[in-house]
């Protein structure tokens, strides 16, 4: 089976929007921990400090607001599996910084939407 082009393979679709978010949120002053970090439990596409603060960011891209836009992709089971993946990150980090969970929404265009602290950590 052929490739797909690179417009239309969904994993370089994916990096680009990842990037795109790291790009937007350094430009207002986070600073980039770590990317894409996996484990078992899930997977967390930015960790960023913002001052003190540890952000674990889930980027999102819907091209179609039909079933609900990228924000309301991210739902009980999904905010489960990016709490377990912190908890495992925070286990090996050293020191304890307050945290939270945003959600960047990408749209069409590229419109971002930046949902800060999207949901408590615990």
Known sequence: MPALP??????????DKER????YL???GLRLVMSNYRCRRGEIDLIMREAATLVFVEVRFRASER????????????QRRLRA???HF?????????????????G???????IRDAFGAW
Do not use: H, M
């Open 67 to 78: 079933f609900g836009g990228a924000a309301a992709s991210v739902d009980l089971a999904k």
């Open 108 to 114: 069409a265009g590229d419109r971002i939407d930046w």
């Open 6 to 15: 690179p417009e239309d393979n969904p994993r370089d679709k994916g990096a």
């Open 26 to 28: 350094e430009a207002r």
């Open 20 to 23: 795109l978010a790291r790009a």
């Open 90 to 106: 925070l286990q090996g980090y050293a020191g304890t910084l307050p945290c939270r969970f945003d959600v960047l929404a990408i």
């Open 85 to 87: 993946a912190a908890s």
